[in-house]
């Protein structure tokens, strides 16, 4: 059964606001939410930053659907901690929550003043924390102990003492076909961003090809993407508030590297309207939405978490809910 839920977005809403705004999405037609684990926000302007476990908590709480994280179990986090969070979330919410795991930003990982490493050397610690937590889940649900020692982790003999009944599924947050490819082999999925639908099918194949290659069926993997869009009443206050609210869905550059809300800002400058075509879509239209949404879903994603870049969160959602989600083929 196909997915289409509500992206909480912690950079721009309180905490509490977040959970009302789940819970009204899910009132209105949405199924599940999903929240990225940030310590800053990208500009200033969106002006939040939640911790994202106390809040999936909350969300537990107030939902029934899907629970999802992205998180990057590299350089804030060890690997032992972030299964540790996730399993422990899994047992309270049977059956509901997933984990996404990044390679990370340095707006976010920078903070604990470790290295920041090229990308090569990042991607490599995300598959070896991917390695760590299907160890710990998979050791604890066997009630043994499990070790590692890799090039850049290492875990003393230890287990996890509260585990659901089943692990959560791994998924690996990428764009591109070469990362796509290592979590086919080693994690239960992956989940993307919108973009053209050549680029989806390449991430799409290559993640077969990773399945097979490991004795896995492909068609057994779960294939998430998180769609950042921007509705309003009119075409006007749809591009305003892309520009003043999600610049950095006009950045066509890659951001990994930039370390604070106000150096991006600097940049944010210099977006402007045509920079968000093929990137995101700003439309007043609820059918134009429908159609981009449903495009996605032709190509193969089992999930599908919205996020409307505005503050006019509650408008949109009824809209969706009325006008989107019912028409949508799944």
Do not use: C
Not at 115 to 130: C, G, K, L, Q, T
Not at 189 to 203: H, K, N, Q, W
Not at 237 to 266: C, K, V, Y
Request: charged fraction near 25%; hydrophobic fraction near 45%; avoid cysteine.
């Amino acid at each position: 059964m196909v997915t289409i839920g509500y992206a909480a977005m912690l950079e721009q809403f309180h905490p509490r606001e977040a959970v009302e705004l789940a819970a009204l999405a899910e009132a209105n037609g949405f199924s599940g939410v999903m929240a990225a684990d940030r310590f800053q926000p990208s500009v200033p302007q969106q002006g939040q930053a939640g911790f994202v476990w106390d809040v999936l908590g909350a969300l537990g709480e107030r939902t029934r659907g899907d629970l999802g994280v992205v998180t990057a179990p590299t350089f804030r986090w060890h690997p032992a901690l972030v299964a540790q969070a996730s399993a422990t979330l899994a047992a309270m919410n049977p059956g509901r929550h997933w984990l996404g795991v990044s390679s990370g930003d340095a707006l976010d990982e920078h903070v604990v003043g470790g290295y920041w490493p090229e990308a090569p050397e990042r991607i490599n610690r995300m598959f070896e924390a991917v390695e760590i937590v299907r160890k710990l889940f998979t050791g604890s649900l066997a009630g043994r102990d499990v070790k590692h020692a890799g090039q850049f982790y290492r875990l003393e003999s230890t287990r996890l003492w509260t585990m659901p009944e089943a692990a959560p599924e791994i998924l690996v947050a990428t764009a591109g076909p070469v990362t796509a490819r290592r979590a086919g082999r080693q994690a239960d999925g992956l989940i993307t961003m919108g973009a053209p639908s050549d680029r989806v099918e390449l991430l799409f194949a290559r993640l077969a090809d990773g399945a097979r290659e490991a004795g896995r069926d492909p068609s057994t993997l779960t294939r998430v993407l998180q769609l950042h869009l921007s509705w309003a009443a009119t075409h006007e206050e749809a591009l305003a508030n892309a520009l003043t609210e999600w610049p950095n869905g006009g950045m066509r550059f890659n951001r990994s590297d930039i370390r604070s809300p106000h150096d991006l800002a600097q940049l944010a400058r210099h977006v402007r309207a045509e920079d968000f075509e093929g990137r995101l879509l700003v439309s007043a239209d609820p059918d134009e939405h429908r159609a981009a949404v449903q495009g996605y879903l032709d190509l193969g994603f089992d999930k599908v978490f919205l996020h409307n870049v505005g503050r006019n969160q509650r408008e949109w959602i009824e809209t969706f809910g009325r006008e989107v989600l019912p028409k949508l083929v799944k």
